[in-house]
Protein backbone atom coordinates (compact mmCIF):
# COMPACT_ATOMS: atom_id res chain seq x y z
CA UNK A 1 0.00 0.00 0.00
CA UNK A 2 1.40 3.67 -1.22
CA UNK A 3 1.38 6.39 1.52
CA UNK A 4 2.37 9.71 1.76
CA UNK A 5 3.37 10.93 5.56
CA UNK A 6 3.30 14.37 5.73
CA UNK A 7 5.22 16.32 8.99
CA UNK A 8 4.09 18.13 10.76
CA UNK A 9 0.58 17.68 11.04
CA UNK A 10 0.19 21.26 12.62
CA UNK A 11 2.19 24.19 12.50
CA UNK A 12 1.65 27.90 13.88
CA UNK A 13 4.08 30.84 13.24
CA UNK A 14 4.66 34.10 13.12
CA UNK A 15 4.89 36.23 10.11
CA UNK A 16 8.12 36.83 8.92
CA UNK A 17 9.43 33.38 10.34
CA UNK A 18 10.68 30.34 8.07
CA UNK A 19 8.95 27.05 7.99
CA UNK A 20 10.06 23.81 6.18
CA UNK A 21 7.13 21.04 5.72
CA UNK A 22 7.97 17.51 4.26
CA UNK A 23 6.28 14.35 2.46
CA UNK A 24 7.33 11.55 2.89
CA UNK A 25 6.94 8.04 1.45
CA UNK A 26 8.82 4.48 0.85
CA UNK A 27 7.50 4.44 -2.68
CA UNK A 28 8.59 6.16 -6.20
CA UNK A 29 6.42 7.93 -7.82
CA UNK A 30 6.42 9.84 -11.41
CA UNK A 31 5.41 13.05 -9.94
CA UNK A 32 4.32 14.97 -6.88
CA UNK A 33 2.30 17.74 -6.44
CA UNK A 34 1.40 20.44 -3.84
CA UNK A 35 -2.03 21.66 -3.32
CA UNK A 36 -2.97 24.48 -0.56
CA UNK A 37 -6.46 24.50 0.28
CA UNK A 38 -8.30 27.43 2.54
CA UNK A 39 -11.40 27.24 4.80
CA UNK A 40 -14.18 26.88 2.25
CA UNK A 41 -12.16 26.18 -0.65
CA UNK A 42 -11.12 23.30 -2.81
CA UNK A 43 -7.30 22.37 -3.11
CA UNK A 44 -5.42 24.62 -5.58
CA UNK A 45 -2.57 23.21 -7.11
CA UNK A 46 0.66 25.01 -6.24
CA UNK A 47 3.26 23.23 -8.47
CA UNK A 48 4.28 19.80 -10.31
CA UNK A 49 7.88 17.88 -9.52
CA UNK A 50 8.90 14.91 -11.76
CA UNK A 51 12.35 14.78 -12.08
CA UNK A 52 14.41 13.47 -8.67
CA UNK A 53 16.94 16.48 -7.25
CA UNK A 54 14.12 18.76 -9.08
CA UNK A 55 13.99 22.48 -7.35
CA UNK A 56 11.12 24.58 -8.48
CA UNK A 57 10.46 28.31 -6.82
CA UNK A 58 7.31 30.21 -6.78
CA UNK A 59 7.69 33.16 -5.32
CA UNK A 60 8.48 32.47 -1.20
CA UNK A 61 7.82 28.99 -1.87
CA UNK A 62 10.70 26.32 -2.86
CA UNK A 63 9.73 23.13 -3.29
CA UNK A 64 11.92 19.77 -4.06
CA UNK A 65 11.73 16.35 -5.19
CA UNK A 66 14.11 14.00 -3.57
CA UNK A 67 16.58 12.37 -5.56
CA UNK A 68 15.13 9.36 -5.11
CA UNK A 69 11.58 10.51 -5.73
CA UNK A 70 10.32 9.02 -2.84
CA UNK A 71 9.80 12.23 -0.63
CA UNK A 72 9.39 15.93 -1.13
CA UNK A 73 10.00 18.97 0.87
CA UNK A 74 7.75 22.55 0.91
CA UNK A 75 10.28 25.77 2.21
CA UNK A 76 8.46 29.17 3.00
CA UNK A 77 10.20 32.00 3.37
CA UNK A 78 9.25 35.09 5.19
CA UNK A 79 5.45 33.41 5.75
CA UNK A 80 2.76 36.30 5.69
CA UNK A 81 -0.82 35.72 6.68
CA UNK A 82 -1.96 34.66 3.49
CA UNK A 83 -0.38 31.54 3.67
CA UNK A 84 -2.31 29.69 6.16
CA UNK A 85 -4.00 27.13 5.08
CA UNK A 86 -3.62 23.30 4.37
CA UNK A 87 -1.02 22.23 2.62
CA UNK A 88 -1.56 18.75 0.57
CA UNK A 89 0.98 16.59 -0.97
CA UNK A 90 -0.18 14.07 -3.56
CA UNK A 91 1.84 11.48 -5.69
CA UNK A 92 1.05 9.75 -8.77
CA UNK A 93 2.46 6.68 -10.16
CA UNK A 94 1.02 4.44 -13.10
CA UNK A 95 -2.36 5.81 -12.73
CA UNK A 96 -2.81 5.70 -8.77
CA UNK A 97 -2.99 9.02 -6.90
CA UNK A 98 -1.99 9.20 -3.26
CA UNK A 99 -2.56 12.27 -0.68
CA UNK A 100 -1.28 12.90 2.05
CA UNK A 101 -3.01 14.08 5.17
CA UNK A 102 -1.84 18.17 5.33
CA UNK A 103 0.24 20.33 7.38
CA UNK A 104 -2.34 23.16 8.69
CA UNK A 105 -0.43 25.76 8.56
CA UNK A 106 -1.41 29.15 10.58
CA UNK A 107 0.86 32.16 10.24
CA UNK A 108 -0.09 34.88 12.52
CA UNK A 109 0.61 38.75 12.13
CA UNK B 1 -16.96 28.08 -17.00
CA UNK B 2 -13.55 28.47 -16.19
CA UNK B 3 -12.66 26.32 -13.76
CA UNK B 4 -14.71 23.21 -12.06
CA UNK B 5 -18.13 23.82 -10.71
CA UNK B 6 -20.41 22.25 -7.74
CA UNK B 7 -23.77 22.21 -6.97
CA UNK B 8 -25.06 23.02 -3.82
CA UNK B 9 -22.61 24.45 -2.63
CA UNK B 10 -24.07 23.43 0.59
CA UNK B 11 -26.44 21.03 1.78
CA UNK B 12 -28.77 20.26 5.25
CA UNK B 13 -30.40 16.89 5.19
CA UNK B 14 -32.28 14.94 7.20
CA UNK B 15 -30.76 11.22 8.07
CA UNK B 16 -32.32 8.58 6.07
CA UNK B 17 -32.59 10.57 2.85
CA UNK B 18 -31.30 10.33 -0.06
CA UNK B 19 -28.90 13.28 -1.66
CA UNK B 20 -27.53 14.06 -5.15
CA UNK B 21 -24.65 16.16 -5.84
CA UNK B 22 -23.53 17.68 -8.59
CA UNK B 23 -19.86 18.07 -10.78
CA UNK B 24 -19.11 19.94 -13.65
CA UNK B 25 -15.58 19.77 -15.14
CA UNK B 26 -13.45 22.02 -16.78
CA UNK B 27 -14.48 21.16 -21.09
CA UNK B 28 -11.97 19.11 -22.24
CA UNK B 29 -10.85 17.16 -19.02
CA UNK B 30 -11.38 13.32 -19.02
CA UNK B 31 -11.17 12.38 -15.67
CA UNK B 32 -13.26 13.39 -12.86
CA UNK B 33 -12.60 12.29 -9.00
CA UNK B 34 -14.55 12.42 -6.04
CA UNK B 35 -13.27 12.91 -2.49
CA UNK B 36 -15.03 13.23 0.78
CA UNK B 37 -12.93 15.14 3.26
CA UNK B 38 -13.80 15.75 6.76
CA UNK B 39 -13.66 18.07 9.34
CA UNK B 40 -9.71 19.05 9.93
CA UNK B 41 -8.88 16.13 7.71
CA UNK B 42 -7.27 15.18 4.53
CA UNK B 43 -9.23 13.77 0.93
CA UNK B 44 -10.33 10.35 0.98
CA UNK B 45 -11.09 9.15 -2.90
CA UNK B 46 -14.18 7.72 -3.63
CA UNK B 47 -14.64 7.37 -7.35
CA UNK B 48 -12.66 7.55 -10.79
CA UNK B 49 -13.71 8.56 -14.03
CA UNK B 50 -11.62 8.16 -17.35
CA UNK B 51 -13.29 9.04 -20.28
CA UNK B 52 -14.97 5.67 -21.61
CA UNK B 53 -13.08 3.32 -19.22
CA UNK B 54 -15.51 1.70 -16.53
CA UNK B 55 -14.80 3.55 -13.30
CA UNK B 56 -13.02 2.83 -10.46
CA UNK B 57 -15.14 2.59 -7.55
CA UNK B 58 -12.17 1.43 -5.31
CA UNK B 59 -12.44 4.26 -2.59
CA UNK B 60 -16.65 4.45 -2.32
CA UNK B 61 -16.91 3.34 1.45
CA UNK B 62 -20.83 1.53 1.39
CA UNK B 63 -23.42 0.63 -1.30
CA UNK B 64 -25.17 3.84 -0.61
CA UNK B 65 -22.64 5.55 -2.16
CA UNK B 66 -22.75 5.81 -6.15
CA UNK B 67 -21.69 8.25 -8.95
CA UNK B 68 -22.76 8.50 -12.53
CA UNK B 69 -21.00 10.59 -15.64
CA UNK B 70 -22.53 11.23 -18.61
CA UNK B 71 -20.15 10.85 -21.62
CA UNK B 72 -17.13 13.79 -20.64
CA UNK B 73 -19.15 15.82 -18.72
CA UNK B 74 -21.26 16.36 -15.47
CA UNK B 75 -20.90 14.07 -12.71
CA UNK B 76 -23.52 13.06 -9.92
CA UNK B 77 -22.61 11.66 -6.73
CA UNK B 78 -25.92 10.29 -4.93
CA UNK B 79 -26.28 9.00 -1.18
CA UNK B 80 -29.09 6.75 -0.18
CA UNK B 81 -30.48 6.83 3.53
CA UNK B 82 -28.14 9.18 4.47
CA UNK B 83 -26.24 8.54 7.90
CA UNK B 84 -24.46 11.54 10.49
CA UNK B 85 -21.14 10.06 9.42
CA UNK B 86 -21.80 11.03 5.54
CA UNK B 87 -21.69 14.86 6.72
CA UNK B 88 -18.61 16.68 5.06
CA UNK B 89 -17.28 18.39 2.29
CA UNK B 90 -17.47 16.36 -1.09
CA UNK B 91 -14.67 17.25 -3.25
CA UNK B 92 -15.04 17.19 -7.18
CA UNK B 93 -11.77 17.63 -9.53
CA UNK B 94 -10.78 17.41 -13.40
CA UNK B 95 -7.53 16.44 -14.92
CA UNK B 96 -6.91 16.49 -18.58
CA UNK B 97 -5.66 13.00 -20.37
CA UNK B 98 -2.19 13.12 -21.33
CA UNK B 99 -1.41 11.59 -24.39
CA UNK B 100 1.96 8.75 -23.91
CA UNK B 101 2.68 6.95 -20.98
CA UNK B 102 3.83 9.83 -19.05
CA UNK B 103 0.81 11.78 -16.86
CA UNK B 104 1.78 14.56 -14.53
CA UNK B 105 -1.86 13.95 -12.75
CA UNK B 106 -2.44 17.51 -12.30
CA UNK B 107 -6.05 18.05 -10.78
CA UNK B 108 -7.82 20.90 -10.83
CA UNK B 109 -10.75 21.08 -7.46
CA UNK B 110 -14.15 23.12 -7.29
CA UNK B 111 -15.20 24.86 -4.05
CA UNK B 112 -17.09 21.49 -2.54
CA UNK B 113 -20.15 20.58 -1.02
CA UNK B 114 -20.69 21.11 2.03
CA UNK B 115 -22.61 17.96 3.73
CA UNK B 116 -24.67 18.28 6.49
CA UNK B 117 -26.84 15.22 7.69
CA UNK B 118 -28.89 16.19 11.15
Known amino acids: TQLLEQSPQFLSIQEGENLTVYCNSS?????LQWYRQEPGEGPVLLVT?????EVKKLKRLTFQFGDARKDSSLHITAAQPGDTGLYLC?????????FGKGTKLSVKP | GAGVSQSPSNKVTEKGKDVELRCDPI?????LYWYRQRLGQGLEFLIY????????KSGLPSDRFSAERTGESVSTLTIQRTQQEDSAVYLC????????????????FGPGTRLTVT
Open chain 1, 49 to 53: VVTGG
Open chain 1, 27 to 31: SVFSS
Open chain 2, 49 to 56: FQGNSAPD
Open chain 2, 27 to 31: SGHTA
Open chain 1, 90 to 98: KGGSQGNLI
Open chain 2, 93 to 108: ASSARVAGAFSTYEQY
